[in-house]
């Protein structure tokens, strides 16, 4: 066991730094030390945890499986010292200079990330964003292990210690070509819905819209001639052919050719359930003043319309 007071506080904030930076340059700027300092920090942490907790690899420094596993208990108690000390009550976002790592899908970052940039750029010039790509889903779980400072997506499944903030909902549509053969009327019936060839996007079954299942519960059945990894190459696919597509709303609105396609609610005897997208954070970093203007700014960015 680790004598207590042998251990630095300061290491423990560098060592956080170097966490979400992975790289030594970076973690300076966020702890205001010069780049020798932190160097010898990580020479003292390797020290005090007896591992070498970083080795580099692509990207940058990789922590080791005991940085992994120390970081999580470190960060809560950083966070339980910074609300101790008030520290979290103070934050000047024209000064600060921090990072914040967001966990997103990669449909995300098309609809969610270039206006949240440019509102992070207008007010706070010194804030750098790390994003990781996640799966369908893992953003909460990314946020429960402290690989992530905020979680983004379609979470209907949250890991205990996590808060959420609903930012938007939005709708499953049918999408097709405005040619499309089988057209009445600007959509589809069900017999020509279900006799067409369908594209759709692959998931786990914990998250989303399982329009299958739906389908199912109906004794309706459709053909799936393609199974892509996300929503966003829908509309390339459909362009000019006779397919059906599914897709989310807000999603067309980004879509070059989005005048060349029609969306129309899915024509079955039942209604398909919205999609509810959230933020998702940690109670650690609930009261933590700069992780609270974040949310703030993210949740505004969520509720500007797509153009």
């Given at each position: 066991m680790i004598d207590l007071s042998r251990v630095d506080l300061n290491l423990l904030v560098v060592f956080d730094a170097l966490m979400t930076e992975r790289q030594v340059t970076r973690a300076a700027a966020q702890v205001r030390l010069t780049q020798p300092a932190v160097?010898?920090?990580?020479?003292?942490?390797?020290?005090?945890?007896?591992?070498?907790?970083?080795?580099r690899g692509p990207g940058g420094m990789q922590p080791t499986r005991r940085a992994h596993d120390l970081h999580v208990p470190v960060r809560a108690a950083l966070a339980h010292v910074r609300a101790a000390l008030g520290s979290q009550i103070s934050f000047d976002p024209l000064t600060?200079?921090?990072?914040?790592?967001?966990?997103?899908?990669e449909v995300m970052t098309l609809e969610l990330l270039p206006r949240l940039i440019s509102l992070i750029r207008a007010r706070a010039p010194g804030l750098d964003l790390v994003i990781l790509g996640s799966g369908a889903g893992e953003a909460g779980d990314m946020v429960a292990e402290g690989e992530a400072d905020i979680g983004l997506g379609v979470l209907p499944q949250l890991p205990d210690g996590l808060l959420a903030q609903e930012l938007y909902t939005d709708a499953l549509a049918c999408v097709v070509d405005r040619h499309h053969p089988a057209l009445r009327d600007g959509q589809l019936a069900l017999e020509d819905y279900l006799a067409a060839d369908h594209v759709t996007v692959a998931g786990p079954r914990h998250v989303g819209?399982?329009?299958?299942?739906l389908l199912s519960r109906l004794g309706l059945v459709r053909r799936v001639v393609a199974v892509l990894p996300h929503y966003v190459a829908i509309p390339a696919v459909i362009l000019g052919t006779d397919l059906v597509g599914h897709i989310r709303e807000r999603l067309v609105?980004?879509?070059?050719?989005?005048?060349?396609?029609?969306?129309?609610p899915p024509p079955i005897p039942?209604?398909?359930p919205p999609l509810r997208f959230l933020q998702v954070w940690h109670t650690r970093d609930d009261r933590d003043a700069g992780h609270r203007w974040m949310r703030a700014l993210i949740a505004e960015a969520a509720s500007e319309p797509l153009s």
């Open positions: 160097s010898h920090a990580l020479r003292r942490l390797r020290h005090l945890f007896e591992d070498e907790l970083f080795t600060v200079r921090r990072s914040f790592r967001l966990a997103m899908t819209i399982e329009l299958d299942e609105s980004i879509h070059a050719n989005r005048g060349d396609l029609l969306l129309f039942m209604p398909v």
